[in-house]
């Protein structure tokens, strides 16, 4: 099972994100602060917000 860990920089608020069984390619899910959506890659071991295009 992967686990990612981050923190959100879209809300002021302490503590990190943990996002447990990942897939290994990675995968779309919901960020529990902002509730945007989110990239997870657990490759890069990193999360990254999804901006929607205008």
């Given at each position: 099972?992967?686990?990612?860990s981050a923190t959100?920089?879209?809300?002021?608020?302490?503590?990190?994100?943990v996002f447990t069984?990942?897939?290994?390619?990675?995968?779309?899910?919901?960020?529990?602060?902002?509730?945007?959506?989110?990239?997870?890659?657990?490759?890069?071991n990193e999360v990254?917000?999804?901006?929607?295009?205008?």
């Amino acid at each position: 099972m992967t686990v990612v860990s981050a923190t959100c920089p879209r809300r002021d608020r302490s503590g990190e994100i943990v996002f447990t069984g990942v897939s290994e390619d990675g995968e779309l899910r919901e960020c529990p602060d902002c509730s945007s959506e989110v990239a997870v890659d657990p490759r890069c071991n990193e999360v990254l917000h999804v901006e929607e295009e205008p």
